[in-house]
Every structure is written in C-alpha cells, then in structure tokens.
T-cell receptor
Framework: DTAVSQTPKYLVTQMGNDKSIKCEQN?????MYWYKQDSKKFLKIMFS???????INETVPNRFSPKSPDKAHLNLHINSLELGDSAVYFC?????????????FGPGTRLTVL | GNSVTQMEGPVTLSEEAFLTINCTYT??????LFWYVQYPGEGLQLLLK?????DKGSNKGFEATYRKETTSFHLEKGSVQVSDSAVYFC??????????????FGKGTKLTVNP
C-alpha cells in the first residue's frame, strides 16, 4: 500500500492551460503539504493544510489553488500555466502540523509546460 | 536569516569510502534539524533528526550531531555503499510569528557511490 500517492506522475501541457494534481494519503495524518522542486533540486514549501484548514500559504502566485476535500486528500489546481511552473511537485503528509513531525512524501509529479 | 547551507555537490565516492556532507544553519534559537534523503525517482524520506543541541541522530549507518557552537549538523557515514547514491537534504524547523511551522531545506547534495 502506498502511503502518499500522487496522480499523475507526469504531466505535459501547453502554456495557458489549467491542470490539477491529486494527492491522497492513507496514513491517517492530519497535515498535508505541497512542495515545489525546481530543476536544481531546490525544494520549497507552497502550502500546508491541517484538518482541511489552510495553515501555510507561502508567496505563491494565486494561479495556484489548493483544495482539501477531506483530511486524506489535498489537490493542487494551477490556472494559466507558465513556462516557469515546470518543476516536480511533491505532496507530503505528517501526523500533525509541528515541523518536528516526520513528513512522508509522495513520489512526485513532474510538470512540463511547453 | 533562517536558512540552511549545504556543501555544493555533486560528491562522488568509491564504495566503502568515508562520507561527510556539511550543513550549517542560521537561527535565533535552537531549531530542530533534519536530514532527508531522495533516492532516484522517489520522494524524500526522513533519514535522521535531532531536536536539541548535542543530540545525535543516527539511522542506516549515517550519523549527525547537533552542534550549537558551530551551528552545524554535518552528515557522516563510515563506509558508503552503492545503494547510498541519492540526493541528501539538510533541513531545519522554522516557526513563524503566527505559530505555523515548516521545514526549510538546503539546496541538496547529490552523492554518487561507484563500485
């Protein structure tokens, strides 16, 4: 059983399109995250949800909109895709919102914007 | 600032060599510190952590000691294996004034171990 799963694994699309990435965790965790990893492997947090409530919203363009329908799911919708959005997007989860809590990462979604 | 600085990679070693990956942090207090590892094609996974000064985290033969005097958390392993080839990320916990907490990652160090 995969603890944190993401779909799709690869996403290739044209500039200007709208796309979504889905994430599910079966660990019973309260907190979920979205991270962006650029081509140089630099990893930065984008959003965090705790019990379906947004608790971290970094300086991310408002073209990015996370949605958490329940504690086990956190989806990421991106409007009007730009070339600079090309990256690997990781979902993660942890038992609670404290940074000391171990985060479990999904396998990533590689987004390529042409 | 509240940042993490890791040694630049890539690092290439032969099997059974000694590994050190340097990591230093800046902080106003004593944040929890972590090493995460990313194997090829996978997401990150926690390797080890230390939550207070002088703590030593260890796992799978890797060790790191939280040294507040030098604000460092260097990763070491006495004898690396080909299977240790991965990207290693140092990270620190960061608490905002609003009470939320997050991890701040270093830029990652790619390790390649040759047989």
């Amino acid at each position: 059983d995969t603890a944190v799963s993401q779909t799709p694994k690869y996403l290739v699309t044209q500039m200007g399109n709208d796309k979504s990435i889905k994430c599910e965790q079966n660990l019973g965790h309260d907190t979920m995250y979205w991270y962006k990893q650029d081509s140089k492997k630099f990893l930065k947090i984008m959003f965090s949800y705790n019990n379906k409530e947004l608790i971290i919203n970094e300086t991310v363009p408002n073209r990015f909109s996370p949605k958490s329908p329940d504690k086990a799911h956190l989806n990421l919708h991106i409007n009007s895709l730009e070339l600079g959005d090309s990256a690997v997007y990781f979902c993660a989860s942890s038992q609670d919102w404290r940074a000391t809590d171990t985060q479990y990462f999904g396998p990533g979604t590689r987004l390529t914007v042409l | 600032g509240n940042s993490v600085t890791q040694m630049e990679g890539p690092v290439t070693l032969s099997e059974e060599a000694f590994l050190t990956i340097n990591c230093t942090y800046t902080a106003t207090g004593y944040p929890s510190l972590f090493w995460y590892v990313q194997y090829p094609g996978e997401g990150l996974q926690l390797l080890l952590k230390a939550t207070k000064a002088d703590d030593k985290g260890s796992n799978k033969g890797f060790e790191a000691t939280y040294r507040k005097e030098t604000t460092s958390f260097h990763l070491e392993k006495g004898s690396v294996q080909v299977s240790d080839s991965a990207v290693y990320f140092c990270a620190r916990a960061f608490s905002s004034q609003g009470g939320s907490e997050k991890l701040v990652f270093g830029k990652g160090t790619k390790l390649t171990v040759n047989p």
